[in-house]
């Protein structure tokens, strides 16, 4: 019980935030801490993209 607590409180923000507050908190927070969360975000889907649909096969 004690190691799904932290699960439940993280899906319990997950589902009361919406993406305005997200957006909301992330310029509170500072222009460059947006654009570094963004471009690090995209970074992470691109090297996913690359590994499930493979790289270069020689």
């Known amino acids: 019980m004690k190691k799904l607590m932290p ?3 993280v899906a319990l923000f997950v589902t009361t935030l ?8 992330i310029f509170k927070a500072g222009m460059w801490t ?5 471009v690090v975000v995209v970074a992470i889907i691109i090297w ?9 096969k020689d």
């Open 34 to 38: 947006g654009v570094i969360l963004v």
């Open 7 to 9: 699960l439940a409180l």
């Open 48 to 56: 996913l993209a690359a590994k499930l649909f493979g790289g270069r």
């Open 18 to 25: 919406s993406s305005c507050e997200l957006v909301e908190g």
